[in-house]
């Protein structure tokens, strides 16, 4: 039986997978290439004798710092005091960055204009070359020299349009100064020989400190100084280097911000707001400093192509920037504002033909009006029309680009549907077959998915047909429902409420109905963007309202002089998850009543305070994401004594509870394992540790906790090694899993580890009146709760990259990705590794743990089958991309780790002996 929920719930984890791959499409791009002889043709025939591309500025650096968010720059208590200064004589703005805020779709939109898709998330870590059209692509065609130093995921975009370059990699966090370093070598021989027309200079340790310590860490002014002092190089080289001709351009800006909490990724102002400085050798004759209206940070192409004298590249959505073109004649003003629109209107008609009539009207008018305005003699041009022109033009273009960013992306409809039926099939016959499973119609169901799944693949589309396979395939899965339902030996509506009261009530109805309901509810609260930006109130509601109402269950024992072990349930379909009771204690009920009573209650408000504490630890979500919490307090410098000792206790009390359970080698192995991760923070300086000089980034005693790691797990395997309370195998791997654990958190949150230990210490000695079904969504509600209290949110900015690199000492793609995944899932993976511990005491039948199968399965994916049909209605929604796409990614990977923790399951199935 085990098997074929195994199968539905595999070919559910694949209808999910293919689903995102539609959801996030790649997106098209126009393919045709800007030349200066078609927007000389087409500019003149529009407007005769208008002016041609002129280049503005000889050469031209451009120094990118990643994650410089605006405040970085702009705040009276900048480090960057000489930046600041030359900002006052020249131009700065603040730019608004798109999302998502990661790296490779800000470098591809500063050098192509676009707006990348939310796909490129994933791209990021395996970006390819580009083949569309950018600045860099227009540059060499135009014969000029572009050398480039820094991020080496320019390279891997663009390497065959740079003169010279050299690469750091950019995934390596935990260095923040030989990354930089790597980059400033290289400027004393460029800057003196001077034969390049365009270098870039793309930094990546500011972004480094963020990721590891935040941007409050006393590590962020003096990387500030750093390249405040690498901008004041670079001006004064410049100034030297512009002779007679035309002057030099310095352009300072960040490709993304970063959160409070030191990542990117997200929506947040400080991720999304940027400086874009233009720093001139010829000073502007009118007041500089900073312009307060934002821009759009794809501006800087359009821009940036007038200003070198270059087509604009034909994807570009930017608006040309007027500040930064004031300096020059009316005359040149609107010629660049023309070609600017001419290249929109082009890209409109290219993206939605026949879309372009409205803009292209009004666009024929105002190039009439242009013509008139210069057949003018220069007496006769008043500034007055000049500038309603220009309002014009830009009316045009703004018609234009929201007609554009309306369709951005484009989904094939037909293969979300298909993918949507696909799931919701898998989940209903998920529900309809637990009882009794018609196997044939499984079959089908399975091969129907891998059918469709092949096809999908191959054709990207579910058009063609391929003949009437397509046809065929999506008929047998609607068969599959049809005759499911017609041979089950109840309705659906039957086997549901039998599934609830064998896997939810017994002896704790009460949390049984509340366990149903919360499930459900949460699965509703995802249909709207607010509570799932703030879904962690959710769970912290549900996850603390159980504990009370199991407390009240509990009394509700008591006072009908039940025991647990007579709880009206029958016992012999399932066990109830309690506390081992001496039989002395059954027959002859040894203790008092109010003894019992007492210690129910000092074990929930043991489990309420700490679940108050985690709660209280990091602030998340997006409303209060700004408050400071405690974690924000202990990580400042002047704490970090405190912070010590904080850890220290709280690994002494890990090391405390873990040692009941297992023998004094094990005992040893995880006592070396927790130190070497105290010793890992204390080499990164983030610890206090006599003695213990910063060295290697902690890589060493990192490497040593590994290595306990992985003894503890094998040390269950010799002989004599069975842990003291004989709980079995899950225990030590619970205790293996625990060291790992707090070697991949941040020091701040050791504590939350601590607390987890408490409360599953307490829970392991407890009666808990539930079945094991019922206790299985217990736990996982536990590890919802666990997974928000160490500062995840449903925003890819909360991902702690740095706990990717544990232990590394270079960026190798599998082990980052891996560490990366744990962290993030430490605490439901915690918590369902103290479910099975808890599970493996109760000696549970085949039939439990195919109930606890089925529970889990269904408990992950009702939601994310409702939710895949949800934002497939809201897929142009205004927070798509901001909001629900990253809830559904974290539902996906969600998905994929309960999928491979509930193997373990199924292995039990099979190896336990009836």
Known sequence: MAAWSFWIFTTAVIWFAIFLTYFMPVKKEFIGISTPETVLEQSGSLVPGVSPLKRHYNKTVLVLIDALRADFLFSPDTPMSMTKKLVSQNLALVAKAHTPTVTLPRIKALMTGSVPGFVDVILNFGSTKYEGDNILAQMSRAGRRVVFFGDDTWIKLFSDHFTRYEGTTSFFVTDYTEVDNNVTRHLPLELSAGDFDLLILHYLGLDHIGHLAGPNSPLVPPKLREMDEVIDTVYRSLTKLQGEGLPNLLIVCGDHGMSDQGSHGGASYSETRVPLAFLSTQHRSSTGGVVESEVDQIDLVPTLSELLGLPIPSNNLGHLLMDMVQEQGAEEQLASLLRNTIQLLNLLREDQPGADSEARGFFHSTCQLHSKWLSLTPQERSSAMAHQIQIKYNEVITMATSTITKKLTTYDLPALITCVIGLWTAVILLLLSQQSPVRWVVMVHVISTLYLVGHLTQFQSVWPFSGSGYLISVASLMLVLSTTA????????????????????????????????????????????????????????????????????????????????????????????????????????????????????????????????????????????????????????????????????????????????????????????????????????????????????????????????????????????????????????????????????????????????????????????????????????????????????????????????????????????FLLGLATYAGPIYWFMAFLAKLNTLNPSRRDLHQVYFTVAVTCLLPMVVYAAFVVTERYHLFVWTVFLPKLLYLGMDLVIYYLLSVILVLKYYLRCE
């Open 486 to 817: 017609l041979q089950a030996k109840k309705t659906m509506k039957d086997q549901v409420l039998e599934w609830m009261r064998s896997s939810f009530y017994g002896g704790g109805s009460l949390c049984g109905g509340f366990l149903i309901a919360g499930t459900l509810l949460h699965t509703v609260s995802l249909l709207s963007s607010s509570y799932v930006e703030e879904e962690h109130q959710t769970w912290y509601f549900l996850s603390t309202s159980i504990h009370i109402l199991h407390l009240m269950s509990v009394i509700l024992t008591m006072n009908t002089n039940q025991h647990p072990c007579n709880a009206s349930f029958n016992s012999s379909t399932s066990n109830h998850f309690l506390r081992s009771y001496p039989k002395s204690d059954v027959e002859s009920d040894q203790g008092s009543h109010s003894d019992k009573f007492r210690q129910e209650v000092l074990n929930t408000a043991v489990l309420l305070l700490a679940a108050r504490l985690m709660r209280s630890w990091n602030q998340t979500g997006n409303k209060w994401l700004h408050l400071p919490d405690i974690g924000d307090w202990l990580i400042l410098a002047d704490n970090r004594t405190l912070l010590s000792v904080l850890v220290a206790v709280s690994l002494l009390l890990i090391l405390v509870l873990l040692s009941r359970r297992l023998t004094w080698v094990q005992t040893i192995l995880a006592a070396a394992g927790l130190f070497c991760v105290f010793w890992s923070r204390a080499s990164t300086g983030a610890l206090f540790l006599p003695f213990v000089p910063q060295m290697d980034r902690g890589i060493l005693p990192a490497r040593l906790s590994f290595l306990c790691v992985f003894l503890v797990l094998v040390s269950q395997f010799l002989p004599g090694q069975t842990s003291r309370s004989s709980v079995g195998h899950m225990d030590i791997c619970l205790t293996a899993w625990t060291v790992l654990h707090v070697l991949l958190m941040r020091p701040h949150n050791t504590v939350l580890v601590a607390f987890m230990t408490v409360q599953q210490s307490v829970l392991c000695g407890c009666k808990l009146v539930l079945p094991p079904s019922a206790a299985a969504v217990f736990y996982v509600w536990m590890g919802r709760a666990a997974f928000f209290s160490q500062g995840n949110s449903n925003s890819i900015a909360t991902v702690d990259v740095g706990a990717g690199y544990v232990g590394q000492e270079d960026y190798n793609a599998f082990p980052v990705a």
